[in-house]
């Protein structure tokens, strides 16, 4: 079974919209430069955006799929082809001479300020 994303690419080729690195010339308006976006979404979802302003609707309607066709079948998932992993995080320890408690309005310059 193809991937949404195979299924919306092989649409975009087979109507000449010349589809490379996530750009396409739109398939729903006369389109000099490469206007349409696309990329694989979480789950396995074709993600498609007119940067023209055509409408998903129109833009599917020119292409002979249906929404349906953006999303994985139900009960199969699948992992974008590119994932980025959440990089390292770095914590700076508390100084040993630190204050135990910290009085926040004083700390953050609010002590004369009125409260409402």
């Given at each position: ?21 996530g750009s396409a010339h739109c398939s729903a308006h006369k389109d ?35 929404t349906s066709d953006l999303f994985p079948v139900s009960g199969t ?40």
């Amino acid at each position: 079974m193809r991937r949404p994303i195979e299924v919306l690419v092989a649409a975009l080729e087979s109507k000449g919209c010349k589809p490379k690195n996530g750009s396409a010339h739109c398939s729903a308006h006369k389109d000099r430069n490469q206007s349409l976006s696309y990329s694989e979404g979480a789950e396995g979802r074709a993600l498609v955006n007119c940067h023209a302003g055509c409408d998903l609707g129109a833009i599917l309607d020119a292409l002979a799929l249906e929404t349906s066709d953006l999303f994985p079948v139900s009960g199969t998932t699948h992992k974008p082809a590119v994932r980025a992993e959440p990089g390292p995080v770095y914590v700076s320890p508390i100084p040993a001479d630190a204050p135990r408690s910290l009085d926040l309005p004083r700390f953050c310059g609010q002590e004369d300020k009125p409260q409402y």
